[in-house]
């Protein structure tokens, strides 16, 4: 067995080149949502080079509508395929799903870029690029992983799935396809940006929408009417309030280093059309963390209570109440034990590669592996290369050292996992 | 003499279903920034039917541009006519420019309105809609009062110029182009809603835009990141601090009964784009006003000072100052003595018909008043029929009795400010 360990090593140190180059592709493919197929088209092409029964479809709504779990923000996913890669086990082993998602948030601000979002510069160690954290890097771990397998000839017991999804960002509706299609399996690692700590606990979250209503005017009357701007300071304040209360009430050890366990971001606001008119109308879009354990709905109703007391503190709300909406995403939130066989498996491999142990945290956000864990059944950690802070930022990066220590930690405990056939 | 301000009296209640009707037909017309053609086709049909030479022409930004005054948010004002039409004096008395804009503010949030904004419904002596007191209510009384002085055969001495302008609503180019085309008088009156009140000073204002810079995150890690939105927070009531010092310093009798004499109104907030991600940037555009007798230069250096001084309260501001930049419209403060002999002829025709002493105030907002005042050299006081707090306000309305009264002051001015030909 040390043979097998040492040559994936070797292989991995050997195609460094070929991975950085892979990324590359990757990021210079800007993926947002409903723009993914051209990435998708750099997955099928790897796919096939290194041996994988591929399959290819765009999910259908009117599949995925039968699911509870779906939300979408999209009315259809024409051009936007999912991609999965199938390496078939000799048999008698654990099956095991590798799951990352291929969309990407937008760049936003242009001017806090350093360099072109989706340039793909490699500077110092570090990928820079929109994707490069988030997800792409841990992707391209999944992909040498499986190609060193297959490339050093080991053949393994159980099956290795690989998912490239699209919709992580919007609330997993890739995935589910993935579910909804028959992908199931005993274990599923999702490459998620993590800094390389464990998190065999996710928060969940989804996403909601807050009308706030002011009363027009002229602006050079604006004392006749009521500035929905104003109105919506306040409800800002008391919002940062619930997130407050409720991240106190939060102890589970593995949240302990975590600044807000489970944040409320509120990140969109848009109100008024008229310089010279008060604002009537402001409408505020955010995303509400969910505690591991904590369920969707229990969450809903106390953000919803919440809003409601905002009467107390300004009379105007009793007559026009802020209107609450869920919408667009949400995704579930997930716990594995920490003692699971996933988690004791991964860790060994980590320990191995890494020469210490892993930090075990929960996760401060949602993932695909809510999705796995509650409607596929599949007990999933979320475990990967990228630099969790930069994940979503202007200049996010990926340091290149730690997307090969992962790929060669996960392509270990593919080999524990899956069982190798002599 | 009595005879002839009788028979105008007489004639304007004669026709008073007819000056409804006209309202109606132009309340039905949509004129927002852009749409003003079919509610001017109104106007020329009119001015046609009493018997005025007419004039109609498209400003062009090339004439305009020399002009320093000249503001625009458009980048043509093709289809977008100006229409004067001229009863030429006999000869011998001072001329005077009866002005009006046509363009409307847009209606705003639809649920906030009774009846649908253009449907131009009369109930208890109000008619609704929007520009019904914004300001084509006092359009008709115009039309009225000329029309009564044409149809009794009443010939005058000095030249009566009406204008139909485009863009007041956006800094007052249709007016600039009325003077660009020679068309001066001895004295101006423009109907804006005043609640008949008398205004020989009006307040000036200008448009700006701030932009404020947080930094993105994931909002799961939203503590990686500065929430533009909680920054913007910050600004809206240093803004709203800026309002009160400035408006402590205002001591004219004019405005004692106004609560906000020259109001900062923030109209319009927009930032960030995705509910998941912490907002980078939130732009904020908003009209600042500016005192009678104030220099422009003056105010918008007290706005760019003050932003700056954020930096004293956050230092965030210190390496992220939000950015002020002016644009689009503006409009000139302007100021006539109250001892001027417009107001005179007006405050008498005044008492003459409502039996009772006139209110003399400064406006809370700028007219076109600021245009002919400063670059046509013309004295001009604001006086009309309209409902100053419903002036861009869901459910506008105007009382058409005062429509009334507005057309026999303003006609019976015009004999004694004009002069009649025996």
Redesign the interface.
Same mark, same amino acid.
């Given at each position: 067995m040390v043979d097998i360990r040492e040559s994936i090593r070797a292989w991995i140190q050997e195609n460094r080149q070929e991975g950085i180059k892979l990324l590359k592709r990757f990021v210079q493919e800007a993926s947002t949502q409903g723009n993914e197929k051209h990435a998708q088209a750099i997955v099928v092409e790897k796919l096939r080079q290194i041996g994988l029964k591929i399959d290819i479809w765009e999910p259908t709504m009117r599949e995925l509508r039968k699911q509870e779990a779906f939300v979408t923000t999209r009315e259809s996913f024409e051009d936007s395929p999912n991609v999965v890669g199938v390496l078939k086990g000799r048999g008698g082993g654990r099956s095991l799903i590798l799951n990352g998602h291929i969309d990407v948030?937008?760049e936003?601000?242009l001017a806090?870029w350093s360099e072109a979002p989706y340039s793909a510069v490699v500077r110092d160690g570090k990928l820079y690029g929109r994707g490069a954290t988030?997800m792409k890097g841990g992707n391209v771990a999944l992909l040498l992983a499986i190609q060193a397998i297959q490339e050093l000839n080991i053949s393994l017991k159980g099956d290795v799935i690989f998912q490239s999804v699209i919709e992580e960002?919007s609330g997993g509706a890739g995935t589910l396809a993935c579910i909804v299609r028959g992908y199931k399996a005993d274990g599923a690692i999702i490459p998620e940006p993590t800094n390389m700590k464990i998190f065999p606990k996710q928060?969940g979250?989804m996403?909601?929408r807050l009308t706030i209503?002011g009363?027009?005017?002229?602006? $050079?009357?604006?004392?006749?009417?009521v500035?929905a701007? /104003?109105k919506?300071?306040n409800v800002?304040?008391h919002v940062?309030d619930l997130e407050k209360k409720r991240n106190e009430r939060i102890n589970d050890p593995l949240y302990q280093h975590i600044?807000?366990p489970i944040?409320i971001?509120?990140?969109?606001?848009? $109100?008024?059309?008229?310089?010279?008119?008060?604002?009537? /109308?402001?409408i505020?879009?955010?995303?509400m963390?969910v505690a591991p354990g904590e369920q969707m709905s229990h969450a809903k109703q106390e953000l919803q209570t919440w809003i409601g007391t905002l009467k107390e503190k300004d009379q105007w709300f009793e007559q026009y109440p802020v209107q609450v909406e869920w919408f667009?995403?949400h995704w579930l939130p997930s716990e594995l034990d920490v003692e699971h066989e996933l988690v004791q498996t991964l860790t060994k491999s980590f320990q191995e590669v890494k020469k210490n142990d892993p930090v075990i945290e929960a996760?401060?956000?949602?993932t695909d592996g809510g999705m796995l864990t509650n409607i596929g059944h599949i007990p999933t950690i979320v475990f990967g290369p990228g630099v969790?802070?930069m994940?979503?930022?202007?200049n996010e990066y990926i340091e290149l050292n730690t997307l090969f220590e992962a790929a060669e930690i996960i392509a270990l405990m593919m080999l524990d996992w899956c069982g190798v056939s002599e």
């Amino acid at each position: 067995m040390v043979d097998i360990r040492e040559s994936i090593r070797a292989w991995i140190q050997e195609n460094r080149q070929e991975g950085i180059k892979l990324l590359k592709r990757f990021v210079q493919e800007a993926s947002t949502q409903g723009n993914e197929k051209h990435a998708q088209a750099i997955v099928v092409e790897k796919l096939r080079q290194i041996g994988l029964k591929i399959d290819i479809w765009e999910p259908t709504m009117r599949e995925l509508r039968k699911q509870e779990a779906f939300v979408t923000t999209r009315e259809s996913f024409e051009d936007s395929p999912n991609v999965v890669g199938v390496l078939k086990g000799r048999g008698g082993g654990r099956s095991l799903i590798l799951n990352g998602h291929i969309d990407v948030v937008p760049e936003g601000d242009l001017a806090q870029w350093s360099e072109a979002p989706y340039s793909a510069v490699v500077r110092d160690g570090k990928l820079y690029g929109r994707g490069a954290t988030d997800m792409k890097g841990g992707n391209v771990a999944l992909l040498l992983a499986i190609q060193a397998i297959q490339e050093l000839n080991i053949s393994l017991k159980g099956d290795v799935i690989f998912q490239s999804v699209i919709e992580e960002e919007s609330g997993g509706a890739g995935t589910l396809a993935c579910i909804v299609r028959g992908y199931k399996a005993d274990g599923a690692i999702i490459p998620e940006p993590t800094n390389m700590k464990i998190f065999p606990k996710q928060q969940g979250s989804m996403w909601f929408r807050l009308t706030i209503n002011g009363r027009s005017a002229h602006g $050079g009357t604006r004392y006749e009417g009521v500035s929905a701007i /104003e109105k919506a300071m306040n409800v800002v304040t008391h919002v940062l309030d619930l997130e407050k209360k409720r991240n106190e009430r939060i102890n589970d050890p593995l949240y302990q280093h975590i600044p807000i366990p489970i944040p409320i971001n509120l990140g969109s606001i848009k $109100g008024g059309s008229w310089p010279s008119s008060v604002p009537d /109308e402001v409408i505020i879009e955010g995303r509400m963390g969910v505690a591991p354990g904590e369920q969707m709905s229990h969450a809903k109703q106390e953000l919803q209570t919440w809003i409601g007391t905002l009467k107390e503190k300004d009379q105007w709300f009793e007559q026009y109440p802020v209107q609450v909406e869920w919408f667009g995403a949400h995704w579930l939130p997930s716990e594995l034990d920490v003692e699971h066989e996933l988690v004791q498996t991964l860790t060994k491999s980590f320990q191995e590669v890494k020469k210490n142990d892993p930090v075990i945290e929960a996760s401060p956000w949602g993932t695909d592996g809510g999705m796995l864990t509650n409607i596929g059944h599949i007990p999933t950690i979320v475990f990967g290369p990228g630099v969790t802070e930069m994940a979503h930022f202007p200049n996010e990066y990926i340091e290149l050292n730690t997307l090969f220590e992962a790929a060669e930690i996960i392509a270990l405990m593919m080999l524990d996992w899956c069982g190798v056939s002599e």
